[in-house]
T-cell receptor, first 116, second 112 residues
Framework: GAVVSQHPSWVICKSGTSVKIECRSL??????MFWYRQFPKQSLMLMAT?????????EQGVEKDKFLINHASLTLSTLTVTSAHPEDSSFYIC????????????FGPGTRLTVT | GESVGLHLPTLSVQEGDNSIINCAYS??????FIWYKQESGKGPQFIID?????DKRQGQRVTVLLNKTVKHLSLQIAATQPGDSAVYFC???????????FGAGTRLTVKP
């Protein structure tokens, strides 16, 4: 149980275009989903926290107009990278928390974004 | 700000040896810690957790030790295998949302 999926697993897009990444909790309901970004040989850095039905909370330094997050249901959150640039190339990882859970977060497999 | 960090960025061990990966944290109020394993191109995988009311917890081939006095925890892997090669992160919930904050990570390489 507690499986989180991401789609796509990898994507290549041209500079200036937008790309959407989906995060789904497959076998549980998640009121809270988190989006992380990981550059090569670095740790995971939290970008934003997404609560179902409300606006996402962004970490300092993360542009909310560039990284659009939608958490429309208890099993789906999406991250849209708008007007992508090469410096947005990274590994994007989501995680989800049980509806009535405590600290535990379940991580997705990640999405590799390459902007050319 | 509060942080969770690691002492060493890389660790190389011989297959069959025991591995010890260390982590320091700064928030004395942290009461829950998790070790994650991340293989190349994959998301973090839960290994073991420990709450602050414990100083040791054992799993299969893994043991986590917590020293609250010096704000340090370690992950011990017994009889390290090639499949253990990965980056290991310690993490702890932080802030109002209890989101998981990660340390820098230690890359473990197991030599056959």
């Amino acid at each position: 149980g507690a499986v989180v999926s991401q789609h796509p697993s990898w994507v290549i897009c041209k500079s200036g275009t937008s790309v959407k990444i989906e995060c789904r909790s497959l076998d549980f309901q998640a009121t809270t989903m988190f989006w992380y970004r990981q550059f090569p040989k670095q740790s995971l850095m939290l970008m934003a926290t997404s609560n179902e039905g409300s606006k996402a909370t962004y970490e300092q330094g993360v542009e909310k107009d560039k990284f659009l997050i939608n958490h429309a249901s208890l099993t789906l959150s999406t991250l849209t990278v708008t007007s992508a640039h090469p410096e947005d190339s990274s590994f994007y990882i989501c995680s989800a928390r049980f509806l009535a859970g405590g600290y535990e977060q379940y991580f997705g497999p990640g999405t590799r974004l390459t902007v050319t | 700000g509060e942080s969770v960090g690691l002492h060493l960025p890389t660790l190389s061990v011989q297959e069959g040896d025991n591995s010890i990966i260390n982590c320091a944290y700064s928030n004395s109020a942290s009461d829950y810690f998790i070790w994650y394993k991340q293989e190349s191109g994959k998301g973090p995988q839960f290994i073991i957790d420990i709450r602050s009311n414990m100083d040791k917890r054992q799993g299969q081939r893994v043991t986590v030790l917590l020293n609250k006095t010096v704000k340090h925890l370690s992950l011990q892997i017994a009889a390290t295998q090639p499949g253990d090669s990965a980056v290991y992160f310690c993490a702890s919930p932080w802030g109002n949302n209890n989101d998981m904050r990660f340390g820098a990570g230690t890359r473990l390489t197991v030599k056959p």
